[in-house]
């Protein structure tokens, strides 16, 4: 995922990322997200949509502490955006996903995996 560190000289890493997401790969979207959130080259609206898909997607580990690692909270307004823009997102990954593939995505795997004792 070396995408992840050209985020800030190469315009073209931010599809690539976005890409990998559609086929499956979280990490691409965390370290999207992560780049949006903390770059000053970011957007913290767009990173926290790309957070939540990421969720969306099986992913809880950033939605546990996504509000305590930005730098500064989003009004109601920008989160209800970037909400929307999330589900956008989702739906456009997915639409890649099968614009390749011919077929859906296949459903999501839950992460972290919790197994609780009986």
């Known amino acids: 995922m070396l995408d992840a560190r050209r985020l800030r000289e190469d315009p ?3 599809t690539r990322l976005l890409s ?10 965390n370290s999207l997200a992560a780049y949006m959130m903390g770059s000053k080259d970011g957007n ?7 957070s939540r898909v990421a969720e969306m997607r099986g992913d809880s580990r ?6 305590v690692g930005m730098p500064r909270r989003l009004d109601v307004l920008e989160k209800m955006q ?7 997102m989702n739906n456009q990954l997915d639409r890649m996903y099968q ?14 995996v919790v197994e609780l004792e009986d």
């Open 62 to 67: 950033l939605a546990m502490a996504r509000d």
């Open 12 to 14: 073209e890493a931010k």
């Open 82 to 88: 970037a909400e929307a823009d999330a589900i956008r």
């Open 99 to 112: 614009d390749k593939h011919g077929s859906p995505p296949p459903p999501p795997v839950r992460r972290p």
């Open 20 to 29: 990998a997401g559609a086929e499956g790969n979280i990490f691409a979207l």
């Open 44 to 50: 913290l609206q767009v990173g926290y949509s790309l």
